[in-house]
């Protein structure tokens, strides 16, 4: 079945520390695309980042970057010297396509809480 | 300004009411969603429609029914029949391309009192 586990519910950091957010996933699709969404406390999701099951180069964007491993189903996400405004709840999500009449839709994980402390 | 725009922000219902949420897209995207979060909890999908008048349950359609008559608009009703209905309501619409990408509209919240 496909599945998101984020273990970590919720992390405290304080501010310019460097905190990584984990994401591991289960699928039975050879093909399939995993996300980060941040949920800040407005409410709306926030696309972040998509990745491509056939690409695991680690992507960086300015503070962030994210590390995907096949091996061991696992796309983590990391924030280099957080700051206040990083402060949210952030989504890992998995991509599943279903052949028979080619829906798509995500399937996601729990959410991690990052509290990011002056 | 292009993007997915829902209504009410706020809502309060009475125990046996019925109530419709709004979502409305600019994005001319064929497919559209709705999804349920509650406190400290993931996203849990309600129903989605991949065409005009085409539309699936999701893993928690019970006490809910959408419509989609127009590829704009997917509203969502939340019936009496919904036992907790008390959360909030996001509702997206995919982009496809290189890659597909799900984009979230600012979200409903739905107190029933």
């Known amino acids: 079945a496909q599945k998101v586990t984020q273990a970590q519910t919720e992390i405290s950091v304080v501010e310019k520390e460097d905190v990584t957010l984990d994401c591991v996933y289960e699928?039975?699709?050879?093909?399939?695309?995993l996300f980060w969404y941040k949920q800040p406390p407005s409410g709306e999701l926030v696309f972040l980042i998509r990745?491509?099951?056939?690409?695991?180069q680690n992507e960086i964007s300015g503070r962030y970057s994210w590390n995907f491993q096949k091996s061991t189903s696992s796309f983590n996400f990391t924030i280099t010297a957080s700051q206040v405004v990083d402060s949210a709840v952030y989504f890992c999500?998995?991509?599943?396509?279903?052949?028979?009449?080619?829906?798509?839709?995500?399937?996601f994980g729990s959410g991690t809480r990052l509290l990011v402390r002056p | 300004d292009g993007g997915i725009t829902q209504s009410p922000k706020y809502l309060f219902r009475k125990e046996g009411q019925n109530v419709t949420l709004s979502c409305e897209q600019n994005?001319?995207?064929?497919?559209m969603y709705w999804y349920r979060q509650d406190p400290g909890q993931g996203l849990r999908l309600i129903y989605y429609?991949?065409?005009?008048?085409?539309?699936q349950k999701g893993d928690i359609a019970e006490g809910y029914s959408v419509s989609r008559e127009k590829k704009e608009s997917f509203p969502l009703t939340v019936t009496s029949a919904q036992k907790n209905p008390t959360a909030f309501y996001l509702c997206?619409?995919?982009?496809?391309?290189?890659?597909?990408?799900?984009?979230f509209g600012e979200g409903s919240w739905l107190t029933v009192v």
């Open positions: 999500a998995l991509s599943e396509l279903r052949r028979m009449d080619s829906s798509y839709k995500l399937i």
């Open positions: 699928t039975r699709d050879t093909t399939y695309y």
């Open positions: 990745r491509n099951s056939f690409d695991e």
């Open positions: 994005l001319n995207h064929d497919a």
């Open positions: 429609s991949q065409i005009v008048n085409d539309f």
């Open positions: 997206a619409s995919l982009k496809t391309g290189r890659g597909n990408t799900i984009y």
